[in-house]
């Protein structure tokens, strides 16, 4: 299984990005989702995340309002949406993928460990 980022670079405060996530390697099914973000000198911290049949999603506190997660299962592929973007979201951000029950669809999952498997990561840095 793979998990691939693309859509980081370099912004200016107030300006947006998107990032976009697909997971392939696997026969077609839906995954719980999740971004989480790792700043300079910080701890890899949980940012959003999205249910495996998309109905359900939770954002952290500190980016509700600005950042926007959704999902195209067809695709196997979430997003991240960030408007109003800070100096304090610069941040490598990485998206990871959880093998769950089918029973468990609605399940939307924020702790990293609860993940199974991670992309690479791809730098998010916000200017100010």
């Known amino acids: 299984v793979q998990v691939v980022e693309s859509g980081g670079g370099l912004v200016q405060a107030g300006g947006s990005l998107s990032l976009s996530c697909v997971v392939s390697g696997r026969a077609v099914r839906s995954y719980p989702m999740g971004w989480f973000r790792q700043g300079p000198g910080k701890e890899r911290e949980f940012v959003a995340a999205?249910?495996?049949?998309?109905?359900?999603?939770n954002i952290t506190d500190s980016v509700n309002g600005r950042f926007t997660i959704s999902g195209d299962n067809a695709k196997n592929s979430v997003y991240l949406r960030m408007n109003s973007l800070k100096p304090e979201d610069t941040a490598v951000y990485y998206c990871?993928?959880?093998?769950?029950?089918?029973?468990?669809?609605?399940?939307?999952?924020?702790?990293?460990?609860?993940?199974?498997?991670w992309g690479q990561g791809t730098q998010v840095t916000v200017s100010s």
């Open positions: 999205i249910s495996a049949n998309g109905g359900n999603t």
């Open positions: 990871a993928a959880a093998l769950i029950s089918p029973n468990l669809q609605s399940l939307v999952l924020v702790k990293s460990q609860e993940y199974d498997y």
